[in-house]
Every structure is written in C-alpha cells, then in structure tokens.
C-alpha cells in the first residue's frame, strides 16, 4: 500500500512537468532530412482515470474470454489468460486504471487479467495516441498498448493493419518494442524495433508511450525521444515489395492489455510473482 500511495505522490508531482514536456514536443518539432515529425496539438479525446470504480464505458469497451468466441483461441498468440470484467481484474482507484493478471483457475484457464478497446467508441485516422503506464515484472507478462484497424467493411487481420504502440515481455524491464503488422509482415515477420531504456525501468517507473501517425510514416515515441520511423518504403524493402501500406484507408481504435505466456513472451515459470498490475495513468489521443 505505501508503495501504491507513494505512486499517487509521484503523479502529482510528475504531472505539470509532463505536461510542459508533451505541450514543448507536440509544438516545438521540426522537419528534418530523414524523418518526418508532426504537430498534433488538439487533443479530442482523453480517459484520465479519475473516477474510482468501473471503467468508462463511454470509452472503453471489454473482450471477455480466452478469444474462442472470436474466432482465435489463444488471442492468436496461444496465450493462457481469461480476460474478465471483474473488479479483481480491471478497476479504476485513486487515478490510475488498474489491470490485474492472477494466477487463479477460471472457465478453463490457468489465469485471469483483462483487455480493455475502443471500437465503435474512439477510433480515428491519423494523429498522436500516447499513454503513460507503469509496466508489470516477471516471466510470462505481456503488457501492450496498440491500435488496430476498423473491420466493419469486413476486412479481416491482418489486412486491417495492426500499430503496436508499446509491448514488453515482463523479465526485460529496460527493453520495450513498437511494431506495424499488415499484409506480407504479420506475426513472426512483423517489422519491429526494440528500444532499451538506460538507467530506467518499466516495471518501477511510469513512462509516456505513443505515436505519431500520418498517411505516409509512424513515429514511435519512448517520453519525449523519437527512436523509430516506419514508412512505406521501409515495407517495400522489408517484404522485397511484396507488403503492403494499410495504414492509409481506414480508422484505429485503442487496445491495451495484459497477456499471460504465449508464444511470446512464453509461459510464467517458478520466480514469476502473481498478482501483476499493469497502471494506466491517462490515455489522450490527439489530432
């Protein structure tokens, strides 16, 4: 408890600064040779947790089960959790959002957490999605952050592209990696880099994660640092021309979660400490 409220004390302190930080970056950028940096200053949506209780469900909707139900057991990752709706899994206290994986039997599953998204809620093309989180630690944790594409046309994964803003396998704590999926460059030949904090963590820090996302590149943000630009031209050359740009003809909705095991980041194993909680401090999507 004292390490939870300390957090609270953090966040109030931390918060003016990170405002002048995200105002500073998302005016003061510029066009260099190599990269483009946009300015997307107008902020049209935002959940800053500031209720105790139940989830926004004005924002936020919930996937519920082990996704049989949709189609892709295992979340098409073979992982092992439940997701739920329950308050020991997903609830909103003292202004974080709280999402807890147990260890715990359930309707079949070893584990229960939770996934929260936005479709039919806030979706939007283009612009800058950021969240500041403090990560989980262990073995078999895997928290992500991402965007994925609206499929009421009919279109299935992964034509309707796929933007992971932020993951984390839990036993690398100064290690996260942002990644595009789409058709040519899904599942294991995804197009994806790592970014390695220096003296930081994940797990015993909040961080600010996000994107900025035009019709022609992604820009991956760790704080305040630009580490990574995705382009077109970097799908031709990755998939010898066989990819294809998908992030241009349609809206993304919001997606964050906390997997147990799975392909990756595998299975928990003896030292891995449950429960593990992912905290949500705000989410804010900008045009």
Same mark, same amino acid.
């Given at each position: 408890?004292?390490?939870?409220?300390?957090?609270?004390?953090?966040?109030?302190?931390?918060?003016?600064?990170? @405002?002048?930080?995200?105002?500073?970056?998302?005016?003061?950028?510029?066009?260099?040779?190599?990269?483009?940096?946009?300015?997307?200053?107008?902020?049209?949506?935002?959940?800053?947790?500031?209720?105790?209780?139940?989830?926004?469900?004005?924002?936020?909707?919930?996937?519920?089960?082990?996704?049989?139900?949709?189609?892709?057991?295992?979340?098409?990752?073979?992982?092992?959790?439940?997701?739920?709706?329950?308050?020991?899994?997903? !609830?909103?206290?003292?202004?974080? @959002? @709280?999402?807890?994986?147990?260890?715990?039997? $359930?309707?079949?599953?070893? %584990?229960?957490?939770?996934?929260?998204?936005?479709?039919?809620?806030?979706?939007?093309?283009?612009?800058?999605?950021?969240?500041?989180? =403090?990560?989980?630690?262990?073995?078999?944790?895997?928290?992500?952050?991402?965007?994925?594409?609206?499929?009421?046309?009919?279109?299935?994964?992964?034509?309707?592209?796929?933007?992971?803003?932020?993951?984390?396998?839990?036993?690398?704590?100064?290690?996260? $990696?942002?990644?595009?999926?789409?058709?040519?460059?899904?599942?294991?030949?995804?197009?994806?880099?790592?970014? !390695?904090?220096?003296?930081?963590?994940?797990?015993?820090?909040?961080?600010? %994660?996000?994107?900025?996302?035009?019709?022609?590149?992604?820009?991956?943000?760790?704080?305040?640092?630009?580490?990574?630009?995705?382009?077109?031209?970097?799908?031709?050359?990755?998939?010898?021309?066989?990819?294809?740009?998908?992030?241009?003809?349609?809206?993304?909705?919001?997606?964050?979660?906390?997997?147990?095991?799975?392909?990756?980041?595998?299975?928990?194993?003896?030292?891995?400490?449950?429960?593990?909680?992912?905290?949500?401090?705000?989410? =804010?999507?900008?045009?």
């Amino acid at each position: 408890m004292n390490n939870f409220n300390n957090k609270i004390r953090v966040k109030e302190l931390l918060f003016p600064c990170l @405002l002048l930080i995200t105002l500073f970056f998302a005016t003061g950028c510029e066009t260099d040779e190599t990269q483009t940096v946009a300015t997307f200053n107008n902020l049209v949506a935002e959940d800053n947790f500031d209720v105790d209780g139940q989830i926004d469900t004005s924002f936020w909707n919930f996937d519920i089960g082990d996704g049989t139900d949709q189609g892709i057991p295992g979340w098409g990752n073979n992982e092992l959790q439940y997701y739920t709706d329950r308050s020991e899994n997903v !609830t909103v206290e003292n202004g974080f @959002l @709280l999402i807890t994986a147990r260890e715990e039997a $359930f309707n079949g599953a070893q %584990y229960t957490s939770a996934r929260l998204q936005t479709k039919g809620k806030i979706q939007q093309q283009y612009g800058r999605f950021e969240a500041r989180i =403090r990560l989980p630690y262990g073995k078999g944790m895997f928290p992500a952050f991402w965007l994925l594409g609206d499929d009421s046309d009919g279109a299935i994964w992964p034509q309707i592209g796929e933007i992971d803003i932020m993951e984390n396998t839990g036993d690398k704590p100064t290690e996260i $990696f942002g990644t595009i999926h789409g058709p040519g460059y899904s599942g294991g030949e995804s197009i994806s880099k790592e970014f !390695t904090l220096e003296n930081s963590r994940v797990d015993t820090e909040f961080h600010v %994660y996000g994107i900025e996302w035009g019709p022609n590149y992604i820009n991956y943000y760790f704080d305040d640092k630009l580490y990574n630009q995705i382009t077109p031209e970097d799908i031709e050359e990755e998939t010898d021309g066989e990819g294809e740009w998908v992030f241009n003809d349609r809206p993304f909705y919001i997606i964050i979660n906390l997997a147990v095991g799975g392909n990756l980041p595998g299975a928990p194993n003896a030292e891995t400490v449950f429960p593990q909680t992912m905290i949500v401090d705000y989410v =804010r999507v900008y045009q």
